[in-house]
């Protein structure tokens, strides 16, 4: 099995930033693909980031593409969400995830293993 542990989260004021991070351990070489996912209250849980094993692949939606960037250090079992000139609008519970193989994916149901959380709330 593989636990991921999810830090980083807070409150910050709208265009400020926030890195998080999401640390793996246990069978840690059973991981490949890692996304990252946020839920608003009410809200479907929505894709914000993925990154394949060595970092060569990256996706985001348009919603944050420019101002959110996903890293890894596989030395570390740590997978990074960078995110720059927050909005109100980004306001969620974000969540990594990771999958068994190496193809990166939009879609919730195709990850393996999650995070319990971290909030992540921007004031206006």
């Known amino acids: 099995q593989v636990q991921l542990v999810e830090s980083g989260g807070g409150l910050v004021q709208a265009g400020g930033s926030l890195r998080l991070s999401c640390a793996a351990s246990g069978r840690t070489s059973s991981t490949y693909a890692m996304g990252w996912f946020r839920q608003a209250p009410g809200k479907e849980r929505d894709f914000v980031a993925a990154i394949s094993w060595s970092g060569g692949r990256t996706d985001y939606p348009d919603s944050v593409k420019g101002r959110f960037t996903v890293s890894r250090d596989n030395a570390k079992n740590t997978v990074y969400l960078q995110m720059n000139s927050l909005k109100p609008e980004d306001t969620a519970v974000y969540y990594c995830?990771?999958?068994?193989?190496?193809?990166?994916?939009?879609?919730?149901?195709?990850?393996?293993?999650w995070g319990q959380g971290t909030q992540v709330t921007v004031s206006s």
């Open positions: 995830a990771g999958r068994r193989t190496n193809i990166i994916s939009r879609a919730p149901h195709d990850y393996d293993y």
